[in-house]
């Protein structure tokens, strides 16, 4: 290579220092600093993205334990739902109401901290009557007469 290639190319080279020291420090000390800075702030963008993958997969781990939990949950409702319908009808008949139908209907909602079921009493105790929700049909005579088997 002729000397003049060379002088080209290390005038070349100089000028490009010289547009760097402008625009990123008064010196090539504060140039090679801000590179470093940010060869530093990359590093922590991508161990952040790495971050952020793992706690999503995390939450969808969580989620999955979550949901089996609420299933299992609702199974064991759904159990006791007829355990306590067929209680409590069975009590009904010696206690003058041979005619009252009880159920609890479970229905999947929305899971929550307490499952995934709103629960529902659904009563009547005169024949030809729909079921209707416990809490806005009974009286407080028939509240006190289906709480006496339950206790």
């Not at 530093?40 to 939450?59: G, P």
């Not at 009252?100 to 929305?110: D, G, H, I, P």
């Amino acid at each position: 290579m002729s000397s003049l290639g060379k002088q080209g190319q290390e005038s070349h080279r100089i000028h490009q220092l010289q547009r760097l020291c402008r625009k990123y420090g008064p010196d090539l000390a504060s140039v090679i600093a801000y590179r470093d800075r940010i060869q530093a702030e990359l590093a922590a963008l991508k161990d952040a993205t790495t971050s952020q993958e793992c706690l999503e997969a995390e939450v969808a781990q969580r989620r999955q334990v979550f949901e089996q939990a609420s299933e299992q949950l609702h199974q064991l409702r759904q159990g006791a739902a007829e355990r306590l319908q067929q209680d409590l009808l069975a009590h009904l008949g010696p206690l003058g109401l041979p005619q009252a139908r009880f159920t609890v209907q479970l229905t999947t909602t929305e899971a929550s901290s307490s499952g995934s079921d709103e629960i529902t009493f659904l009563w009547s105790a005169n024949p030809g009557q729909p079921l209707q929700p416990l809490g806005e049909t009974a009286s407080g005579g028939e509240m006190k007469w289906l709480a006496l088997p339950v206790m």
